[in-house]
Every structure is written in C-alpha cells, then in structure tokens.
C-alpha cells in the first residue's frame, strides 16, 4: 500500500522553508526520501531507520516517527536547485519491498 | 563507473506487439526492481528479484514478466502491449537488504503503445 505524501503541491520563495510528510497506515522499519527532476531519475536524499532518528543533509533532514508511522522531510532556507518532485518509499521491515509515494512537487521561485 | 543502464531508451510500439527492456548494473547488487511512473501515480513497483534466478511481483505486475539470469541483468518483458502501459520504466538496485540501503535508479526508459 502506497505511503500518503502531503502536500501534494507547494510554490515557495526561494529562502523560505518546506515541511513534506509522508504517512504509511503500517508499521515501518525504514523510509526512504528521493528527489526527481523533470525528465531525469530518482536521487537519493537519505534513509531513516526504525528507532526514531533524525538525519541531516545540508539544509536539507528528516524525521522518522515510527509509532505514528510518519516521516517528515524539511528543507530549510530553500534554494533554486531544491525544484523537483520529492518522493518517500517505506519499507515494512528490513528485507521488505520499498513503495513510493505519489510525490510532492515543489517549485521554488526566485 | 555506469551505475544502472537501461535499453532502450525510447520506443514507440503498437498494440499487441511484445518487447523486453534491459536492465545492466556493474555495483555487484544483489536486489534489482523495475517500477513505472505514470502521471499523479508516483513510483509503482512492477516486479522485483532478490538475487540471480528469483523474482517477485510487486504493486502492478499485471501485463509484465521478468527474468535474472545473471545478477547483473534485470529484463521486463511484455508480451502484448496495451496502450495502458504507456510509462517511464525505471530500473534500479541495491546492496543485499532494501532497507538501510540505497536504491540507485537508472535514466529511464520512454515507451510508448499506439
């Protein structure tokens, strides 16, 4: 079952913060957050594992609740380059399939 | 270093026709996937393997078969096209275990059914 990304959409100016969540209705063992181009594959932003971490990755990091079996991803003072369709996968446990979400485009305007 | 190497790129078929995508990887992974994305849908996971000689299905495996008959090999096939899977196919791998590692994507691959 696909995880529920919100919100679907957002238009920022740039240096101006994000917040994408990212909600499975089962229990998690790790979620994973990619970032899309247009046109272009999937990069690979981090991956948060069972235990309620929290990771950082320039100004962008992320946060892993697994009792609310939610994730959030935050883009801090945000830049051109952030403009993409961001993606989260969940996976259910350690050796399990990893399922995307439907993705939150974000358009950063100068 | 390649990474993850799909073929083709781009191909336009007509209903009913069948073709296979390939899929390479040199990074010695032992999990392979190949997903779709559609329009408002995200990523979708078609079929996957977790080692030479397994596959399974995944969220939409209607329609495909897949095969790994090396481990560095992944091939999508689909034996009558229908113009619903018109899509980006992205293939992509990973170190033994899904979780805790990183899924490295390939470029894509185009197709269309007419």
């Known amino acids: 079952q696909q995880p529920v990304q919100s919100p679907q959409a957002v238009i920022l100016r740039e240096g101006e913060d994000a917040v994408i969540n990212c909600s499975s209705s089962?229990?998690?063992?790790?979620v994973h957050w990619y970032r899309q181009k247009h046109g272009e594959a999937p990069v690979f932003l981090m991956i948060?594992?069972?235990?309620?971490e929290q990771k950082g990755h320039e100004k962008i990091s992320a946060s892993f609740n697994e009792k609310k079996q939610q994730s959030s991803l935050y883009l801090t003072a945000s830049q051109l380059s952030y403009s993409g369709t961001y993606f989260c996968?969940?996976?259910?446990?350690?050796?399990?399939?990893?399922?995307f979400g439907k993705g939150t485009r974000l358009h950063i305007l100068p | 270093n390649a990474g993850v190497t799909q073929t083709p790129k781009f191909r336009v078929l007509k209903t009913g026709q069948s073709m296979t995508l390939l899929c390479a990887q040199d990074?010695?992974?032992?999990?392979m996937y190949w997903y779709r994305q559609d329009p408002g849908m995200g990523l979708r996971l078609i079929h996957y393997?977790?080692?030479?000689?397994?596959?399974a299905k995944g969220e939409v495996p209607d329609g495909y078969n897949v095969s790994r008959l090396k481990k560095q090999n992944f091939l999508l096939g689909l034996e009558s096209a229908a113009p619903s899977q018109t899509s980006v196919y992205f293939c992509?791998?990973?170190?033994?275990?899904?979780?805790?590692?990183?899924?490295?994507f390939g470029e894509g691959s185009w197709l269309t059914v007419v």
């Open positions: 992509a791998s990973s170190s033994r275990t899904f979780s805790g590692n990183t899924i490295y």
């Open positions: 089962k229990a998690l063992y790790s």
């Open positions: 948060l594992l069972k235990g309620g």
């Open positions: 996968g969940t996976g259910e446990d350690r050796d399990d399939k990893i399922i």
């Open positions: 990074m010695n992974h032992e999990y």
């Open positions: 393997s977790v080692g030479e000689g397994t596959t």
